[in-house]
């Protein structure tokens, strides 16, 4: 996949750690932050870091995207 590849719609549902496998085969340039749905977050963006957050299941709640 190509490394300017932004977001990861495909993962929605998808247990948190193939998610984070998918996203780290398709950018090993970025750093993944696996954290509960409704989880506070510093703001501000990031290129250098995607996201992940997951449900009372562990699958993935929300598309992940770099930022």
Known sequence: MSSSKTSWPEVMGWPAAQAVSQIATDRPDVAIEVLPSGTS???GFSA???????????SVAATPAVG
Do not use: L, N, Q
Not at 48 to 58: L, M, N, S
């Open 41 to 43: 977050v510093t703001p």
């Open 48 to 58: 250098k870091r995607v996201r992940v957050f997951f449900d009372g299941t562990g």
